[in-house]
């Protein structure tokens, strides 16, 4: 098939999509953001037992709540819708600019920004806790009004870091409506114009690009103090769905001193009977997430460069870039699918025939999810759909190694 020819039916299913995705994000904006704040609730996520209740269902005691992935979630629905209305709107290579789509990038992107300002300043400092570095879901109790921060640090906290994206003059160039609406924006709204860092192209030194994300620098800092530790999210093969502090400091909920619910580290099966029990986000290693992180990471080391650096693990003395960073990532995930020192692949955990039978041997599964300390494979053992991402990782640390 001729390059052309691709592109054509790529386009052609870009716009598509982007109408369906709009009804559904409409949906959501209308039927999720309870008090109109910018802030999301109640909706279903997929992350089953990671919430010290069930999120999809009345709350208990009454009253209202903000879901810190909830709300991520939709500041990363945005930048795609955004990311598409771009590249439907054309005016690169000599293509028309289309001007319906150029005013639908200028929605999505206002959009953006203001959930990020919802998130991170709504009644102060927003989902964000100051005190710990960290973002977490806030219940408004029905009877008190009293707001409590759910402090598990859990991939609920960890999502906002992949809503991120990186904008370059040079595309804006191309979109004249755009540029002139984005301009207006940062003229006229300047308590939102903090949410947008300008910073020099590392594609282009001559030129500036904007980065668009929940977490300041500062506060990105912060977050990946805890998703760098070995104590907390990052395990061995990659990145943890809730802090292993939580092991030995299991978080209680006790309203008004009535029946208290607890959330602790279970890094294999569930030990909860919420969704029917059958899959845990209470500790395992989800390659769907790491998956995002990553990618997420490789963004933010666009803007911030080279000389941006964390220490990974943290504590280690060990410096990386975000880049680095990513890469170690997807080692630490490729790590479950490779012959370890002792002939074994952590996915099969003590089944010793994949180790001595040599039928069984090169067998491979995809399981649905992985023990957070051991890597060990759980749940469904034909998840070909997200775990099959793992095969991007090794085919990007191949190249690396070949280079």
């Not at 592109?7 to 052609?12: C, G, L, P, Q, T």
């Not at 005013?103 to 300043?121: G, T």
């Not at 208290?260 to 580290?265: A, G, H, L």
Request: net charge negative; with cysteine.
């Amino acid at each position: 098939m001729s390059t052309d020819k691709k592109e054509e039916r790529d386009r052609s299913f870009l716009e598509s999509v982007f109408l369906k995705l709009l009804m559904n994000f409409t949906w959501w904006v209308n039927r999720k953001d309870p008090n109109n704040q910018n802030l999301f609730a109640g909706g279903f996520l997929g992350l089953d037992n990671i919430g010290v209740f069930d999120r999809s269902a009345e709350l208990p005691e009454g009253g209202t709540m903000h879901q810190s992935d909830g709300t991520a979630w939709m500041c990363f629905y945005c930048l795609t819708m955004f990311g598409i209305a771009c590249e439907l709107a054309g005016g690169v290579n000599g293509e028309p600019v289309i001007e319906a789509y150029e005013d639908m990038a200028s929605k999505f992107f206002e959009h953006f920004v203001q959930i990020v300002d919802a998130m991170n300043l709504h009644g102060g400092t927003g989902l964000w806790d100051d005190d710990d570095g960290f973002y977490y879901d806030q219940v408004k109790c029905g009877v008190t009004d009293k707001v409590i921060s759910l402090k598990t640090r859990s991939l609920v906290g960890v999502l906002p870091l992949i809503a991120v994206s990186v904008l370059e003059v040079e595309k804006m160039n191309s979109l004249p409506g755009f540029q002139r609406r984005f301009n207006w924006f940062l003229k006229y709204q300047p308590n939102l114009r903090q949410h947008i860092i300008q910073r020099k192209s590392t594609r282009n030194d001559s030129s500036d690009a904007f980065l668009l994300a929940i977490p300041s620098e500062e506060r990105l800092r912060r977050m990946l103090g805890y998703i760098l530790d070995e104590d907390e999210f990052l395990s061995e093969y990659g990145l943890r769905s809730l802090s292993k502090y939580h092991e030995k400091h299991p978080y209680v909920f006790e309203p008004n001193s009535k029946r208290e619910q607890c959330v602790s580290y279970s890094p294999a099966e569930s030990k909860t009977s919420m969704f029917g029990g059958n899959s845990n986000w209470r500790g395992p290693i989800w390659l769907c997430i790491n998956y995002l992180v990553i990618e997420a990471l490789e963004r933010y080391h666009r803007s911030y460069g080279d000389d941006w650096k964390v220490e990974c693990p943290t504590r280690s003395g060990n410096w990386m870039n975000l880049r680095e960073v990513a890469q170690e990532l997807a080692k630490r995930l490729v790590k479950i699918f490779l012959l370890n020192e002792d002939g074994k692949r952590p996915l099969n955990g003590d089944e010793s025939i994949y180790s001595t039978d040599p039928h069984f041997r090169d067998l491979v599964l995809f399981y649905e999810y992985f023990h957070g300390d051991t890597g060990r494979g759980l749940g469904a053992s034909h998840q070909t759909g997200w775990t099959a991402l793992i095969i991007q990782h090794i085919q990007d640390i191949a190249e690396l190694r070949r280079d």
